[in-house]
Structure formats: structure tokens, C-alpha cells
């Protein structure tokens, strides 16, 4: 199902945060986000920005996580009338001020258009990330098919 509507509980601040040590670039899009750590804990976090390679979380409380753990992480972009989520599976990079930096390594396979789409189309400058995958096809993660 790709979206044609993603309005809902997630906004964007029009502005694109890139820098030369990033293969990405960031944009500064806040959502609900769900964040279940290999133990299996579930901790309800803001999304701080997003590229296609990663997320900055922000936690409002401590979250028993340590570096290079795996972890699967929600993008809730609607709850109402139905659910439309976006999920990964993702390796924690850094945690640090009730902030935890995600690699993903994972988009399941239903959800890879919508977030291809949500990048590309609340992005200021869609050219900027078209070129971004045009030269890492497939953003160096794996899609993963629901049982």
C-alpha cells in the first residue's frame, strides 16, 4: 500500500540538515515513535530527524540500551482511523541526553515505498535525496518479510 495521504500525528519542519561526514541527508521530521529494545521493552519516543540511513530518537526516560544492540523501531505516521506505521530493524549507534542514534538495517518489505515516499515527498529539496539513491540503491538495508 504506498500513501497518498500521510498527514496525521507527524510534521516536518521544512529544512534539510546535511554535513560532508554523511552519506544521508537528515531531515528534521518529528513522529511518535515506537522503540522495542532486544529485551523486548517498549518505550514511546519523538523521532528528531530521519535520513535513509538512520533516525535520532529522542526518550523521555532512561531506555536500558547499549551501543550495537539491535532493536526494531516504529514510525507511527497515522493512528486514526487505522494505524500506518513504518517499521525497521535497527542497530543502536549512540545514546547520549535522552537521545539514541539508530542505524537501520532493516525496512520490512511493505513498508519500503512509504518510506521512500515520505522522504522524498516532504523533503525541501527532493532532488538532493533522489541523487542520494540514485548512487546507494537500496540504502545499504535489507527488507524483511512479515510472517
Not at 530527524?49 to 526518550?59: E, K, T
Not at 486514526?80 to 520490512?108: S, T
Request: net charge negative.
Amino acid at each position: 500500500m504506498l500513501m497518498t495521504d500521510i498527514t496525521g500525528s507527524w510534521s516536518i519542519k521544512h529544512a534539510c540538515m546535511s554535513d560532508n561526514l554523511r552519506k544521508y541527508t537528515r531531515l528534521p521530521i518529528h513522529v511518535t515513535t515506537e522503540l522495542r529494545t532486544s529485551n523486548g521493552s517498549l518505550h514511546k519516543c519523538i523521532s528528531n530527524n530521519i535520513s535513509f540511513g538512520g533516525a535520532l530518537l529522542d526518550v523521555p526516560q532512561d531506555v536500558n540500551i547499549g551501543s550495537d544492540d539491535t532493536c526494531e523501531v516504529a514510525l507511527i505516521l497515522q493512528e486514526q482511523p487505522e494505524r500506518v506505521e513504518i517499521k525497521f530493524k535497527c542497530k543502536a549507534i549512540h545514546m547520549e541526553d535522552h537521545q539514541i542514534g539508530l542505524q537501520f538495517i532493516g525496512v520490512y518489505a511493505n513498508n519500503y515505498k512509504d518510506f521512500v515516499y515520505m522522504m522524498v515527498n516532504e523533503s525541501e529539496n527532493p532532488d538532493v535525496l533522489l541523487d542520494e539513491m540514485s548512487k546507494n540503491p537500496g540504502y545499504e538495508i535489507s527488507t524483511i518479510k512479515e510472517n
